[in-house]
């Protein structure tokens, strides 16, 4: 069944109403969570850490810093210093050598994460058209590229549609105001309404998806959407659903980069759980600050701000330790640095040191994590005598839970009433994958494929 905004919007407003909360809060609101047993708990997958890298600001071939930053000047009447860089002395175009270089290396030491492609990159031209000032020809390998190098390990958002002044979706063309009323990174997403932010999201959506680039999720440029919350989360459901089908829609809007406030995602809007089409929405939370570069090149922060030499402290220690997923920022103009790769460089250190502290980490894209959290927080489990019935509105891989179980006990998995098959006994924790389960003390972990649907856990 197709999901109409304003059954999204009913459901939504229901469970605001249950909860005693006003209709104007709803979009920040949980919604429906089923009852979980006592005394079982679902961990981390594969009771590991979930880490990524969030690149914004990339896209075919344009090196945004250098178109945006005089249309940012503009839109401040000149009166903000920082954009008085002499952004003429900067390369034009970040080379799809370089993107093959960065996405062959990620690859090798298994880096996931979120990759942007901006769309219409500072209104220089339209990916699903053209570029001016490249050919056809390049514009078609770099977006090949992209397919072949990039996305199997990385999500791929549209970060809006220019990344400056905003278009009318209606023509095509940028509004004539110049101001920061209409540009993306600033006011234009101030007293929007939910269908209006919706349709500029799907506006960017179908671009990509014309250039044959599919997306389960958006990144929000700058300030986009930050005083209309509700709003964005209502949109970002709504436009990916409704252009791409995506089953479990997410957005990344928010950064942490210090404190003690959870990064873990937050699963937005919950309906339906029970029924054939349930609905929710995932706000992915970085946590690690710009370290590599800024987007304008300025100076970077550095590996120590990530994970000192001696790797007992920085950010990503910080919130690894913790167990919470560790998500770092970088943008791509950065990353290249004016074709000096200083964002390159300091994040393959940052990468060297992680995998040098840690050994249960787990590289993921932000829809595997997305996924991951819906399917943790939206599955029923009930427990009697020695099963444990999973009520799941999402499949998940690699679901991992964990319980109290008699020390002879041995678990096995079935579905509609059928054996999968046998789980495999490990050794030790880290040894997990699907399939697999492990003894500590008085308690079980299992970890699984867990199917959309009925599921149980026999503890024999």
């Known amino acids: 069944m197709r999901t109409t905004r304003r059954l999204f919007l009913k459901n939504t407003t229901l469970a605001a109403a249950a909860l005693g909360a006003a209709p104007s809060l709803l979009a920040q609101l949980a919604g429906d969570r089923p009852a979980r047993a006592d005394g079982v708990t679902v961990l981390n997958p594969r009771a590991r850490v979930p880490v990524g890298l969030i690149i914004d600001d990339s896209t075919c071939l344009v090196n945004l810093n250098r178109f945006t930053m005089p249309q940012f000047d503009q839109a401040f009447a000149g009166a903000n210093a920082n954009y008085h860089r002499n952004w ?72 809006m549609v220019t990344h400056s002044r905003v278009i009318d979706t209606k023509t095509g063309h940028p509004y004539p105001d110049h101001s920061l009323k209409f540009m993306e990174n600033w006011d234009w997403t101030t007293g929007r309404s939910a269908d209006e932010i919706g349709n500029y999201l799907a506006y960017a959506l179908n671009i990509l998806k014309n ?40 957005y990344f809007r928010h950064l942490y980069s210090e404190g003690e406030k959870s990064v873990a995602p937050r699963v937005e809007n919950a309906s339906g759980l029970d ?47 913790r167990g919470e997923p560790a998500l770092a920022l970088a943008h791509w103009t950065g990353i290249y640095w004016n074709g000096q790769e200083l964002g390159f460089k300091i994040w393959q250190e940052v990468v060297r040191r992680l995998h040098a502290r840690f050994d249960n980490l787990l590289w993921m894209k932000l829809s595997e994590i997305s996924r991951y959290w819906a399917a943790r927080e939206l599955t029923r489990i009930e427990h009697t ?13 690699a679901f991992t839970v964990q319980f109290p179980a008699p020390p002879a006990a041995i678990p096995s998995h079935t579905q509609n009433q059928q ?42």
């Not at 090149?297 to 994970?307: A, C, L, Q, S």
């Not at 402290?313 to 330790?321: A, F, K, P, S, W």
């Open 419 to 460: 054996p999968a098959a046998a789980l495999r006994e490990v050794k030790r924790p880290l040894d997990l994958e699907s399939g697999t389960w492990h003894r500590s003390g008085q308690s079980v972990t299992v970890c699984i494929n867990l199917p959309k649907g009925v599921s149980v856990l026999e503890i024999g």
């Open 385 to 397: 005598g020695n099963r444990l019935t999973f009520r799941a509105p999402y499949a998940c891989p």
């Open 275 to 321: 029924g054939p089409d349930p609905r929710c929405v995932v706000s992915i939370i970085g946590c690690a600050g710009d370290w590599t570069g800024g987007w304008d090149n300025t100076p970077p922060g550095g590996v120590d701000k990530f994970i000192s030499e001696d790797l007992q402290t920085g950010r990503m220690v910080e919130v690894i330790t």
């Open 88 to 159: 003429r002395e900067w390369p034009v175009e970040i080379p799809d050598a370089f993107v093959r270089k960065f996405g062959e290396w990620c690859a090798g030491a298994g880096v996931k994460g979120k990759y942007s492609i901006v769309p219409y990159p500072a209104c220089v031209g339209r990916l699903d058209r053209m570029l001016p000032g490249w050919t056809q020809r390049e514009l078609n390998d770099s977006l090949d590229l992209v397919r072949t190098a990039i996305m199997p390990n990385w999500d791929i958002h549209p970060e």
């Open 211 to 250: 250039a044959g680039l599919p997306c389960e999720g958006v990144t929000t440029p700058g300030g986009f959407g930050n005083k209309a919350l509700p709003q964005l989360s209502q949109a970002s459901f709504q436009s990916v659903r409704d252009v791409f089908n995506a089953e479990i829609p997410h």
